[in-house]
């Protein structure tokens, strides 16, 4: 008859717990809607974040994308530039929220 090895088995937790990391989130999500005119990109100016995370929506059947995001001025509110993949008129939104705190 096999032996079997009953400590394989068990499942084995560690003797010391890790402290949970939480995330404050100080500002809530902030949307706001680029429109556009005939032109394949577009700049705006979201505000001022430590590490802003943005995500992109369209409504209209077409590619857009973040193409860069950057501060003119240390400490200054960041700027976004959005693309689009041909001349487009309509309008894109975007969500932002701080990303680290």
Do not use: C
């Amino acid at each position: 008859m096999p032996r079997i090895d009953l400590n394989r088995m068990r499942k084995v937790y560690p003797s010391k717990k890790k402290q949970p990391h939480w995330f404050n989130q100080v500002n809530e999500v902030e949307t706001k809607t680029i429109s556009f005119s005939g032109s394949a990109i577009e700049t705006v100016a979201i505000g001022v974040y430590n590490y802003p995370v943005i995500v992109i929506g369209q409504s209209d059947n077409i590619n857009a994308w973040i193409s860069k995001v950057y501060r003119e001025v240390l400490n200054g509110p960041w700027r976004v530039d959005v693309s689009t993949s041909s001349a487009f008129t309509g309008e894109i939104h975007l969500h932002i929220a701080e990303g680290n705190p």
